[in-house]
């Protein structure tokens, strides 16, 4: 699958907005997503707001893509009711990546922003998007038209598989 190739994380991006039809398809993706036991313990913020996103790079040292991107999806999870609670990161792991791959696909950059488990930094997220306590933000996605990205990878490495 090329895109998983073409892939790379996007930090800088154009002015031009992200089509609504576009926002839906990226998280149609990441709730397509497998996860333990078919829980699905996650909830979105689709954030377009300058003065949100200036104040979420501000959520961790390593955010500041969002200073210069029209739009994070904030990947957080639910806080209750979860059949296998201790898989959450898991799947929200999994989700994040499916909608790193649809943005590839979409003609898309974007870059995951580590979030949890920092307690620090999911209280940060929590009180710059008023969520509950009980709310376990994950990781922001800072998402746009890429303004410049590098090359595609292959990182196979023959070294890290044990053929048994
Ligand atoms: C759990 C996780 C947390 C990450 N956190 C950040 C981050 O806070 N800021 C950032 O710019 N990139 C972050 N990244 C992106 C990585 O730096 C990037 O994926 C890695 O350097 C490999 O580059 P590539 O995505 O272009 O293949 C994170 C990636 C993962 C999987």
Known sequence: MK????????????????EADKVELLLRAAMAA???GNQQPWTFCVVR??????????????AKPLLGAPLCIAVTGLGHGLRFPEY??????????????????????????GIAPLEERMQAVRGV????????????????YPAERAAGHDRYDPSRVKMM
Request: proline letters at 4%; hydrophobic letters at 45%; aromatic letters at 8%.
């Open 3 to 18: 895109e998983i190739f073409q892939r790379v994380s996007v930090r800088k991006f154009t002015a031009q907005e992200v």
């Open 34 to 36: 497998p996860s333990a």
């Open 49 to 62: 707001d300058r003065a949100l996103l200036d104040r979420l790079s501000e959520a961790s040292p390593y």
């Open 88 to 113: 959450w990161q898991q799947d929200l792991g999994a989700c994040t990546q499916n909608l790193l791959l649809e943005a590839e696909h979409l003609g898309l950059g974007a870059v995951w922003m």
């Open 129 to 144: 998007l008023g969520l509950e306590e009980e709310s376990k933000p994950f990781c922001l996605i800072a998402v746009g």
